[in-house]
């Protein structure tokens, strides 16, 4: 083993200030004078000094059903992204109100496809495909009114931890699937499911096709979609680490390339990712190809294990998880009923809970 030093301690962490201090000790307060009215849902790819205060930490399907699941509460605090919120909003009771506290986070990926362009591309499609022999399946990273578009279209959402279940749910109610708006995660599903390279094809929107007929042919029919931050990892990464620490585990998700997932020793949504580090015995060196905050969080969690991003020194960060402070999260509480509610039109609820439901049901 070569004396290169393996970074446990991500540089994107910062020292805690005594303002920071000050700062959770009165977001403390005012979560405690809420009590069981309020329920604050926080995402594995937050800041690590927001976790803490999360009353269910977790992916966004466990978050999904969490929110769902939420008998008490009056106010859900959703400490994740928008797309998250909306989806909360679309679960929960209609009297619960659900707030995000910061409404700048958004997700690139989700932004790859709109409303528009999945409306040209559905019937582009139909000028040469029966649409009633294709079931559109959405990633949970997208906009609630593409989540009702799947719902009013016979349609199902997923996330990395159930993709491949949607993907067989799908194909039990028609002979091809439509996926958006990640191709690496739809890809790497595919795959998994055995479906073959020739039966697959992608949709493009910044270049719509021209010839159908790969699109008859294909079972699989992938939106041209990725996410910032997984696609980074590379192969030469996971080389890189093979060679400078013999015996190491790598752990990634399944938005990353097709490539890195097919070399890493385990691939999973940040719930597994999590579980997976968790099993492995002490003294175990692990690499994780996910966003940083999640990594940093789990070397701090197993001090008796080395973990470390993959990448090495690249601090692969979610901006838009990452804008959410201890003083939005403070703000959001006070001003519970008065700011940073997320609202969604009764018409895209209705078809977008449709959609999420059936996600549900697949558990």
Same mark, same amino acid.
């Given at each position: 083993?070569?004396?290169?030093?393996?970074?446990?301690?991500?540089?994107?962490?910062?020292?805690?200030?005594?303002?920071?201090?000050?700062?959770?000790?009165?977001?403390?307060?005012?979560?405690?004078?809420?009590?069981?009215?309020?329920?604050?849902?926080?995402?594995?790819?937050?800041?690590?000094?927001?976790?803490?205060?999360?009353?269910?930490?977790?992916?966004?399907?466990?978050?999904?059903?969490?929110?769902?699941?939420?008998?008490?509460?009056?106010?859900?605090?959703?400490?994740?992204?928008?797309?998250?919120?909306?989806?909360?909003?679309?679960?929960?009771?209609?009297?619960?109100?659900?707030?995000?506290?910061?409404?700048?986070?958004?997700?690139?990926?989700?932004?790859?496809?709109?409303?528009?362009?999945?409306?040209?591309?559905?019937?582009?499609?139909?000028?040469?495909?029966?649409?009633?022999?294709?079931?559109?399946?959405?990633?949970?990273?997208?906009?609630?009114?593409?989540?009702?578009?799947?719902?009013?279209?016979?349609?199902?959402?997923?996330?990395?931890?159930?993709?491949?279940?949607?993907?067989?749910?799908?194909?039990?109610?028609?002979?091809?699937?439509?996926?958006?708006?990640?191709?690496?995660?739809?890809?790497?599903?595919?795959?998994?499911?055995?479906?073959?390279?020739?039966?697959?094809?992608?949709?493009?929107?910044?270049?719509?096709?021209?010839?159908?007929? !790969?699109? +008859? %042919?294909?079972? #699989?029919?992938?939106?041209?979609?990725?996410?910032? *931050?997984?696609?980074?990892?590379? @192969? =030469?990464?996971?080389?890189?680490?093979?060679?400078?620490? !013999?015996? +190491? %585990?790598?752990? #990634?998700?399944?938005?990353?390339?097709?490539?890195? *997932?097919?070399?890493?020793?385990? @691939? =999973?949504?940040?719930?597994?990712?999590?579980?997976?580090?968790?099993?492995?015995?002490?003294?175990?060196?692990?690499?994780?190809?996910?966003?940083?905050?999640?990594?940093?969080?789990?070397?701090?969690?197993?001090?008796?294990?080395?973990?470390?991003?993959?990448?090495?020194?690249?601090?692969?960060?979610?901006?838009?998880?990452?804008?959410?402070?201890?003083?939005?999260?403070?703000?959001?509480?006070?001003?519970?009923?008065?700011?940073?509610?997320?609202?969604?039109?009764?018409?895209?609820?209705?078809?977008?809970?449709?959609?999420?439901?059936?996600?549900?049901?697949?558990?």
């Amino acid at each position: 083993m070569n004396s290169m030093t393996i970074q446990t301690a991500p540089t994107c962490d910062r020292p805690e200030t005594l303002d920071d201090v000050a700062l959770k000790a009165h977001i403390r307060g005012l979560i405690d004078r809420w009590g069981d009215k309020l329920v604050i849902l926080a995402h594995h790819y937050q800041r690590k000094e927001i976790v803490p205060f999360g009353n269910f930490i977790g992916d966004s399907y466990y978050l999904s059903k969490m929110a769902a699941q939420q008998e008490k509460a009056e106010h859900i605090v959703f400490c994740g992204v928008h797309f998250m919120a909306e989806s909360a909003r679309i679960l929960c009771r209609p009297e619960q109100r659900v707030y995000l506290p910061n409404l700048r986070a958004g997700c690139p990926m989700a932004d790859m496809a709109d409303d528009a362009q999945v409306d040209d591309a559905w019937e582009w499609l139909g000028q040469h495909i029966d649409t009633k022999k294709i079931i559109p399946v959405s990633y949970m990273n997208s906009a609630a009114s593409l989540k009702a578009f799947c719902g009013a279209n016979g349609g199902i959402i997923c996330t990395s931890s159930n993709a491949e279940k949607a993907f067989q749910w799908a194909f039990a109610r028609g002979e091809k699937v439509f996926f958006f708006p990640d191709e690496h995660l739809g890809t790497n599903t595919a795959n998994r499911l055995g479906i073959p390279r020739d039966e697959r094809v992608l949709f493009d929107p910044m270049h719509p096709p021209t010839d159908p007929r !790969p699109f +008859i %042919k294909a079972r #699989v029919i992938l939106w041209k979609g990725f996410c910032h *931050v997984h696609t980074n990892f590379t @192969v =030469g990464h996971i080389e890189q680490a093979r060679q400078n620490y !013999p015996g +190491i %585990k790598i752990v #990634v998700h399944p938005e990353c390339k097709e490539d890195v *997932v097919d070399r890493a020793d385990a @691939v =999973g949504s940040t719930a597994f990712i999590a579980k997976y580090v968790a099993a492995q015995p002490a003294g175990s060196i692990i690499a994780i190809g996910t966003e940083i905050n999640l990594t940093s969080r789990l070397a701090d969690e197993y001090p008796d294990k080395t973990i470390f991003e993959l990448s090495g020194q690249n601090c692969p960060l979610c901006v838009n998880m990452f804008r959410t402070t201890l003083g939005d999260l403070a703000e959001c509480i006070e001003n519970l009923g008065h700011k940073n509610e997320i609202q969604v039109p009764p018409a895209i609820a209705r078809d977008a809970r449709l959609a999420l439901e059936r996600m549900l049901e697949l558990s």
